[in-house]
């Protein structure tokens, strides 16, 4: 005779251990909300690019709703070149296993011949150099000082997560130089990616300023942001840099920090987003608000969570996915 604990134990059910989702890592989780991150502030800033702040002010109090409009009309939800040239340098990696010059190159001018919702000068100029040679770097220009190189580097970041400084270095300059060879961009990149990669480990906002804000300011003093507000913010590498680096250090959560940014005006799609990477990497998943994850646009949602999930099984050493199973 069974004691009934033994008869349960016997003809219950055998249970099968299933698989946590990927983004329930800490750091899968982390690197998924950087990409929406970097989604969402795009497609919020978009609605008032080239906009002063008073006219924002004027026309919505403060900006706070994904919304789309805008100069490109965009439909709500939808995002721009800061956005789609990041997911199309992803999956090139993805493709290739790791980051490549001639990989981004292609993958760019691709992109390009796709007709863009929008695209920088620099960036169409210099594609159109690489068509002509092959060859996937720019010359250097101190004219090609913009921020169109740091708008696509949260790719490289989750790529190159816990991979030495030096080869960090390498792969940032490797995309970049694509478009921008510029020792002011090439300067705001590696920031921004170690940036990132802190916050994926843990770090906290004042260590990260101390780490990695201070020695970029040392040797570029024009990068200090703590004087004057930065606002109209042009599309100038360090006009970027001083409205993303105030409106992050200047608020504690998510939601304030791209409001803080896109609601300056200027080059706003492209403030929201960069400033939208560090503060998903920042805060994380659950400290996007709802709203604007439902607003944003789906399609773009899934490319940016699966490209954020394969990106840092790369940086695992695990094998990528095929590149027609990546956004």
Known sequence: MFWTGELIARTAP????????????????????????????????????????????????AHCEITGGGWLRLKAGQVTD???????????????????????????????????VDIGNTVRRNLIQFRKTGHPEAQPSEHDAGNGAAMRVLPVALATYGQPAEQVIAASRAQAH?????????????????????????????????????????????????????ENPSGYVVDTLHAVLQGFFATDNFEDCLVDVVNRGGDADTTGAIVGLLAGAYYGYDAIPKRWLRALDEITRLQCEKQAEALIELSRGKPAQPADQTP
Not at 15 to 27: D, G
Not at 184 to 206: K, N, P, W, Y
């Open 14 to 61: 055998v249970r099968r251990r299933v698989a946590p989702p990927p983004w329930a890592s800490p750091l899968a989780g982390k690197a998924r909300a950087a990409y929406l991150g970097m989604a969402i502030g795009d497609a919020l800033g978009a609605s008032v690019e080239f906009m002063t702040p008073k006219e924002i002010q004027h026309q919505y109090g």
């Open 82 to 116: 800061d956005t789609t040239m990041a997911l199309a340098l992803g999956k090139a990696i993805l493709s290739a296993g790791h980051v490549d010059a001639l990989a981004a190159a292609t993958a760019f001018d691709n992109w390009m011949r796709g007709k863009p």
């Open 178 to 230: 694509v478009t921008h060879h510029n020792a002011l961009s090439d300067a705001c990149c590696e920031t921004l990616i170690f940036m990132v990669q802190d916050f994926l480990a843990g770090q906290t906002a004042d260590q990260v300023r101390s780490q990695r804000v201070v020695p970029l300011i040392e040797q570029f003093p024009i990068y200090a942001y703590d004087r004057k507000r930065s």
